[in-house]
């Protein structure tokens, strides 16, 4: 029996449980039981609302933490490359699923989606590394670089590209 | 020169500037109350044992834990 603040003082019982679907998507069910009768909607919604919002911050911050942890494995790897490769250029592009943004602040559409995902991957890779901005640069492509048309969740995505600096090229090559 | 060399990785960024997690409710069959009203989530790509250990971690914090089958009661 556990009590949660914000949700009265008669205590009830939590179950959890995780599913593992297809497209690598784990979901985790959760039911609050007040003594014979589960949390609803309906029939409790000033407690939904409660653990809805609970639930949706606890699935952005394990989104947000896995994210961070992928990101500084890549960064190992990103400043490594660095070090070996003075003469690049890093993109960070961002791609988006078909879904329409339903928002009318912004991100309003895709394409905003897809640059705004990559800024905020910029942000983090800057934050977390001694990587020099001015070798970064984002980019959005929307929805329209898809690597998977069967398979949404894999087109919500970061590539980071790492391009040689071709005015060098260019100059070695007019040498 | 002419190395291009692509990383990529999937990366779902549902906090901030992204989808935001979606909380849907479905009947859903705990080993201790069957077909009962649940409130899920689904989290795309995250490692199965990174969620669970988050899962423990926020119900600990809730009180004590009690292991039944595959699912966490309390």
């Given at each position: 029996?556990?009590?949660?603040?914000?949700?009265?003082?008669?205590?009830?019982?939590?179950?959890?449980?995780?599913?593992?679907?297809?497209?690598?998507?784990?979901?985790?069910?959760?039911?609050?039981?007040?003594?014979?009768?589960?949390?609803?909607?309906?029939?409790?919604?000033?407690?939904?609302?409660?653990?809805?919002?609970?639930?949706?911050?606890?699935?952005?911050?394990?989104?947000?933490?896995?994210?961070?942890?992928e990101l500084?494995n890549e960064e190992k790897i990103l400043?490594?490359?660095?070090?070996?490769?003075?003469?690049?250029?890093?993109?960070?592009?961002?791609?988006?699923?078909?879904?329409?943004?339903?928002?009318?602040?912004?991100?309003?559409?895709?394409?905003?989606?897809?640059?705004?995902?990559?800024?905020?991957?910029?942000?983090?890779?800057?934050?977390?590394?001694?990587?020099?901005?001015?070798?970064?640069?984002?980019?959005?492509?929307?929805?329209?670089?898809?690597?998977?048309?069967?398979?949404?969740?894999?087109?919500?995505?970061?590539?980071v590209?790492?391009?040689?600096?071709?005015?060098?090229?260019?100059?070695?090559?007019?040498? | 020169?002419?190395?291009?060399?692509?990383i990529?990785f999937?990366?779902?960024?549902?906090?901030?500037?992204?989808?935001?997690?979606?909380?849907?409710?479905?009947?859903?069959?705990?080993?201790?109350?069957?077909?009962?009203?649940?409130?899920?989530?689904?989290?795309?790509?995250?490692?199965?044992?990174?969620?669970?250990?988050?899962?423990?971690?926020?119900?600990?914090?809730?009180?004590?834990?009690?292991?039944?089958?595959?699912?966490?009661?309390?």
């Open positions: 029996m556990v009590e949660i603040k914000d949700m009265g003082k008669m205590p009830f019982n939590v179950f959890a449980r995780l599913t593992e679907g297809n497209n690598e998507i784990i979901s985790v069910h959760f039911g609050f039981d007040f003594g014979g009768s589960f949390l609803s909607k309906r029939e409790h919604p000033e407690k939904y609302k409660i653990m809805e919002s609970k639930i949706v911050d606890f699935a952005s911050s394990i989104v947000k933490d896995w994210i961070n942890s500084k400043n490594q490359l660095e070090k070996d490769q003075k003469d690049l250029e890093i993109l960070v592009e961002g791609h988006t699923d078909t879904d329409k943004m339903k928002s009318k602040s912004h991100p309003v559409d895709n394409w905003e989606l897809s640059v705004l995902r990559a800024t905020s991957v910029v942000k983090i890779m800057l934050a977390n590394s001694k990587m020099d901005p001015t070798t970064v640069s984002a980019s959005g492509r929307s929805q329209f670089a898809p690597i998977d048309l069967d398979n949404k969740s894999k087109n919500r995505r970061i590539e590209v790492l391009i040689p600096k071709l005015d060098e090229l260019f100059e070695i090559i007019n040498n | 020169m002419k190395l291009l060399i692509l990529s999937a990366i779902i960024c549902y906090s901030s500037h992204g989808q935001k997690a979606v909380v849907h409710e479905e009947n859903f069959n705990f080993s201790a109350s069957s077909n009962v009203n649940s409130l899920s989530v689904e989290i795309p790509y995250a490692q199965k044992d990174f969620v669970d250990s988050r899962l423990k971690k926020l119900l600990k914090g809730w009180g004590s834990i009690k292991r039944a089958k595959e699912n966490i009661a309390r």
